[in-house]
């Protein structure tokens, strides 16, 4: 798990076990019950994460325009 400051919240996983769904929707809803404010990205493997990082990067480059 990792957090970005601005409000983003990466998951790394690999291979999710069998109790990995139950763990997501807890998860998913401690963040809307609470009202935080995040994005919330599954990453699973190494193109996903590739992507991800073009992308953030791209969104942050944005806003410094």
Do not use: A
């Not at 073009?54 to 410094?64: A, D, G, I, L, P």
Request: with cysteine; charged share 30%.
């Amino acid at each position: 798990d990792f957090m970005i400051g601005n409000g983003i919240l990466l998951e790394i996983k690999g291979f999710p076990n069998d109790s990995w769904g139950v763990k997501k929707k807890m998860i998913l809803k401690h963040i809307i019950d609470n009202g935080y404010k995040y994005e919330f990205y599954e990453i699973k493997n190494t193109n996903q994460l590739v992507k991800f990082i073009e992308e953030y990067k791209n969104r942050e480059s944005c806003k410094e325009s």
